[in-house]
């Protein structure tokens, strides 16, 4: 089984100030992480996701996230934030060619102050 | 192209009556899964559907819940009877197989309340 752990529950940050998320995650196999974004009274989005090949992925929103096969982590990182960042940061794990099913973690409040 | 549609946004209804959550996934997509959002325990997965069978149930809670997805194009999470601890955002989201790869696309949500 898998499992996600998100490290904080909120991150306040200035407007421009660069923010890291952090997720680490367990599993025995093989994996594929997901970072998903989820604005006021909205459905999760995705952001951006790593299957394999280069281990710095780059998403939407001037978003990336390194995976780091060692750590276990999936930290997602932007070097210049906004307001409109605002929103609830999840990250997520599937088993590699296994079933469809994600498990998250329990989300990032990223709260970005002007 | 239309997302994920679920209905209704919004419910409140009164302890021990039956509820019925509904959802159209992306046409195409062939994996349905519904998840529960609350404060308390973050985002849980309920029960998974692929080509209309559902693979996975573990998650739904007891007896009290089920789902169905009679067809490709519709599912339905009922809760019967409901009580105020089933009180959470209700997604619906779909995908198309993959091996786990491919991004699962959520709706809006559904906004239970029972009281």
């Known amino acids: 089984a898998q499992s996600v752990t998100q490290l904080d529950s909120q991150v306040p940050v200035f407007e421009e100030a660069p923010v890291e998320l952090r997720c680490n995650y367990s599993?025995?196999?093989?994996?594929?992480l997901f970072w998903y974004v989820q604005y006021p009274n909205q459905g999760l989005q995705l952001l951006l996701k790593y299957l394999s090949g280069s281990t710095l992925v780059k998403g939407i929103n001037g978003f990336e996230a390194e995976f780091n096969k060692s750590q276990t982590s999936f930290h997602l990182r932007k070097p210049s934030v906004h307001i409109s960042d605002t929103a609830e940061y999840f990250c997520a794990v599937s088993p590699a060619g296994g079933s469809e099913k994600l498990v998250f973690g329990k989300g990032t409040k990223l709260t970005v102050n002007p | 192209d239309a997302g994920v549609i679920q209905s209704p946004r919004h419910e409140v209804t009164e302890m021990g009556q039956e509820v019925t959550l509904r959802c159209k996934p992306i046409s195409g997509h062939n994996s349905l899964f519904w998840y529960r959002q609350t404060m308390m325990r973050g985002l849980e997965l309920l029960i998974y559907?692929?080509?209309?069978?559902?693979?996975?149930d573990s998650g739904m809670p007891e007896d009290r819940f089920s789902a169905k997805m009679p067809n490709a194009s519709f599912s339905t999470l009922k809760i019967q009877p409901s009580e105020p601890r089933d009180s959470a955002v209700y997604f619906c989201?779909?995908?198309?197989?993959?091996?786990?790869?491919?991004?699962?696309?959520f709706g809006e949500g559904s906004w239970l309340t029972v009281v």
């Open positions: 599993s025995s196999v093989s994996v594929y």
């Open positions: 989201a779909s995908s198309s197989t993959g091996g786990g790869r491919n991004t699962i696309y």
């Open positions: 559907f692929n080509n209309n069978v559902p693979i996975d």
